[in-house]
């Protein structure tokens, strides 16, 4: 029996098309989600089927990756900046080579010194080192032409993009690890959806960089963005590193499923610094530009608290329900992880929302606010309570200097716009 009729349907997706095209932006938002969706069905997979310890070592991998990614980034938002410039060629090619050469040191550093790591971080075996190798060689150029897409506002081939990188991950999961083939095996889906969505976006993004305005771009404008991401970095990712290489292999597992489900506040809110990076720049009105800050501020605040609430009241539930038993014992930490993670994601819209007015203050304080943990946590490490506390303080202060900051910047322009008019 037909539901909806042929006509109706027709209808009805040709007013979702068209109101997608007008807001692309939602689109990718959307999208992102569902990507977000899938890369934690890749990780649920994986930690259900291996378990706590051998979910460790997986974790490694996927963290190590994201570590990449503060390279990756840099490459995209810099690639970003540079379609908006006047003879953005040169700048591309040199981006494109730059992401060639860190990909090759990659795949080198990872496979000749694979017994080292495997010894540093108590793996089983080496091989997962040289497997994530092989897909960090292609990981950085893939940065290159997402940026291109992004600096055009294309957000729909940069939404399938990331679609078909989630969905080769998750079904390549599926296959070898069903096939037994543990850690190694999530590593090749891993590697193998790098790989994939690169060639992707070398079809897809192949006209897109011809794109002129009449905007100048300095090569020292990446130095902001390479410090913001290596303060990313060091906020992201430092923990389960620590956590990995200081306590048993089985509470480095539970807690890298605590950090997991911690950090989908920061990954749906993500997307909004996507969306408001390429707006603010092409934006020319200081009013429209404050519009678009606050009104991602927002969204983030209300994102942020509401799953932040949900792991206050029931995180048993959802740390059992998505990894299983075997990871409860450290279920009732998981909102302290989410009000870290609240507070950087809302400080990471300031953040994009500066660079993208030239302005680096936010990044700086980002990355001494990464070291800072750090070196806090390297002091109070005697348990996991001591390390969740030790984020949670230093994100607060990183996300009050920032707002602090941001209303004193406020204040101080509207007094010298009423001085003008005096």
């Keep these: 029996m037909r539901i909806v009729s042929l006509p109706a349907r027709q209808s009805i997706q040709r007013l979702l098309g068209e109101h997608l095209k007008k807001r692309p932006g ?32 997986i ?20 690639a970003a900046r540079a379609i908006v410039g006047s003879n953005n060629q040169a700048i591309l090619t040199m981006l494109r080579r730059v992401a060639w050469v860190c990909g090759g040191l990659s795949l ?14 108590h793996t089983a075996s080496a091989s997962p080192f040289i497997i994530l190798g092989v897909g960090l060689a292609c990981y950085y150029a893939l940065g290159v032409e997402r940026g291109i897409a992004q600096g055009c506002a294309h957000f ?6 990331f679609q078909i990188e989630m969905a080769v991950r998750l079904m390549g999961a599926c296959v070898f690890v069903g096939l037994g083939m ?9 590697s193998s959806s790098i790989v994939i969505a690169w060639l992707d976006s070398r079809r897809s993004y192949a006209t897109v960089e011809q794109h ?25 990712n430092s923990d389960v590193l620590l956590v990995k290489a200081w306590f048993p292999a089985m509470i480095a597992g539970q807690y890298a499923a ?15 610094g996507t969306i408001l990076f390429p707006r603010v720049l092409r934006s020319t009105q200081h009013s429209e530009q404050q519009r678009l800050f606050w009104q991602s501020i927002m969204i983030t605040v209300a994102i942020a608290g509401l799953i932040t609430l949900l792991c206050k009241i029931i995180p048993q539930l959802i740390l059992g329900w998505l990894f299983g038993e075997a990871y409860l014992p450290i279920a009732d930490f998981l909102w302290l992880y989410a009000v870290a993670t609240s507070c950087y994601a809302i400080a990471n819209i300031s953040i994009t929302y500066q660079l993208a007015q030239d302005r680096s203050f936010g990044a700086w304080i980002a990355l001494l606010a990464g070291s800072i943990q750090i070196g806090v946590m390297s002091w109070f490490n005697q348990s996991i309570h001591q390390i969740l506390y030790s984020q949670v303080g230093v994100m607060l202060g990183l996300l009050l200097v920032l707002m602090l900051y941001e209303f004193y910047r406020a204040r101080a322009r509207q007094k010298f716009s009423k001085s003008r008019v005096i």
């Design 26 to 57: 939602l689109w990718l938002f959307i999208s992102m989600m569902l990507v977000n969706a899938g890369n934690y069905g890749f990780n649920v997979l994986v930690g259900r089927w291996l378990g706590p310890s051998a979910y460790a070592e």
């Design 258 to 272: 605590l950090a997991l489900i911690g950090r989908v506040v920061f990954f749906a809110t993500a997307t909004l």
């Design 182 to 190: 543990g850690v190694a095996g999530a590593t090749i889906a891993l």
């Design 59 to 78: 974790n490694l991998m996927i963290t190590l990756f994201l570590i990449a990614t503060f390279i990756t980034s840099g490459l995209q938002m810099s």
């Design 212 to 236: 002129r305005t009449n905007n100048s771009i300095q090569l020292q404008m990446m130095l902001p963005i390479i410090i913001h991401l290596l303060g990313q970095v060091l906020i992201n």
């Design 108 to 121: 080198l550093g990872l496979g000749l010194f694979a017994a080292f790591w495997q010894t540093l971080f």
């Design 156 to 161: 729909g081939r940069l939404a399938w993009n």
